[in-house]
């Protein structure tokens, strides 16, 4: 069963608005990863918080985490149509051997 | 600049024919995972190799797939015989995990699109 849940499943939006995606999961963990899927493209890695962390940054990104509410949060500002593609969030769960359990992702439009 | 490479990146065969998919993950990383990305069911774990040994392929279907790892520079999947459902897109992803560390980032290959008719 997926640990990670993204919320919303799609999202529109036009070039220059912030993104925000969600994701929610079930089980402790050791950190949480945020990965971007092109269209026909492999997974790519964004960002990784860890369990004892509550915000990072990278560029325009902003990751946060709530682990009494086990939860995350991608946001892209400025967002750009380049930016349109599926984001995912996976969490390397305690216990779980050092797997990687993932969402079923949210596909984001950047419309220019 | 170091990348995860995967072939055959489209693959169409009939049901009932072998297919091989490999893999060739980055140099120095020490653990591979074979996953089957579906729209419905997302990214499936098939396999998980750490150091070259098999260390969990629950969600594999064993009657007819299998992972191996005969070096560190290549990965093999295996499905046979193939049936429609195989239609999907496995990806390999490579990372390195430092004893008693979490999991850190994987690199995904580009995938290999299996078309099973």
């Known amino acids: 069963s997926q640990q990670g849940e993204e919320d919303p499943q799609a999202l529109s939006i036009q070039e220059g608005e912030n993104a925000t995606m969600n994701c929610s999961y079930k089980t402790s963990i050791n950190n949480l990863q945020w990965y971007r899927q092109n269209s026909g493209r492999g997974l790519v890695h964004l960002i990784l918080i860890r369990s004892n962390e509550r915000e990072k940054h990278s560029g325009r990104l902003r990751v946060t985490l709530d682990t009494s509410k086990k939860s995350s949060s991608l946001l892209i500002t400025a967002s750009r149509a380049a930016d349109t593609a599926s984001y995912f969030c996976?969490?390397?769960?305690?216990?779980?051997?050092?797997?990687?359990?993932w969402g079923l992702g949210t596909s984001l439009a950047v419309n220019p | 600049d170091a990348r995860v490479t995967q072939t055959p990146r489209d693959k169409v065969t009939e049901m009932g024919q072998e297919v091989t998919m490999r893999c060739q993950p980055i140099l120095g990383h020490n653990t591979v995972f074979w996953y089957r990305q579906t729209m419905m069911q997302g990214l499936e774990l098939l396999a998980y190799?750490?150091?070259?040994?098999?260390?969990?392929d629950s969600g594999m279907p064993k009657d007819r797939f299998s992972a191996e790892m005969p070096d560190a520079t290549l990965a093999t999947l295996k499905i046979q015989p193939s049936e429609p459902r195989d239609s999907a897109v496995y990806f390999c992803a490579s990372g390195f995990l430092a004893g008693g560390r979490s999991t850190g980032e994987l690199f995904f290959g580009e995938g290999s699109r299996l078309t099973v008719l």
């Open positions: 996976a969490t390397d769960a305690a216990g779980n051997n050092r797997k990687l359990i």
């Open positions: 190799f750490r150091n070259r040994a098999p260390l969990d």
